[in-house]
């Protein structure tokens, strides 16, 4: 089971850190349901290709600790931390999918523009879904 679900978290970081990686070299700008705008239309940030690098390499890591958690890949002595890893990486995407009350996440108040409505169908609850399922992962025994 624990085997399954950190290969799953995995696969679903390394998906979000490519997609990160197209947006550094494509622009986040360029897809306009990609950032919270707000109700005039204006971008809310507009981040550059550094900081969807810096997302990218953020998620890759995500990944790799769900991975060292089973013991899949060297852990270079992260194993013993894995499961605090696990649960911070899971307060955060928690926090993401509650958001900041204005432009993201279950209390969002702008609703009219293409990122909210993306936003209500995917961005949040797949943040909801890993908050879940890391916690998940980081309560089950190594394999």
């Not at 270079?76 to 993201?104: C, E, M, T, W």
């Not at 293409?114 to 961005?123: E, H, K, P, T, Y």
Request: with cysteine; aromatic share 12%.
């Amino acid at each position: 089971m624990s085997l399954g679900l950190a290969y799953l978290l995995a696969t679903v970081f390394a998906v979000l850190a490519l997609w990160h990686i197209r947006w550094a070299f494509n622009g986040a700008h360029t897809d306009s349901a990609t950032i919270p705008k707000r109700s005039d239309g204006t971008p809310v940030i507009s981040p550059g290709p550094f900081a969807c690098l810096v997302v990218a390499a953020g998620l890759a890591g995500f990944g790799y600790v769900c991975l060292a958690h089973v013991l899949v890949v060297p852990s270079f002595g992260l194993h013993s931390y894995s499961k605090i890893l696990l649960l911070a990486i899971g307060a955060v995407f928690l926090a993401r999918g509650i958001g900041d009350f204005r432009y993201v996440g279950l209390f969002r108040r702008v609703a009219g523009t293409d990122f909210a409505r993306l936003d209500r169908r995917l961005f949040t609850p797949l943040c909801l879904a890993l908050s879940l399922l890391l916690g998940l992962l980081a309560f089950r025994a190594a394999q």
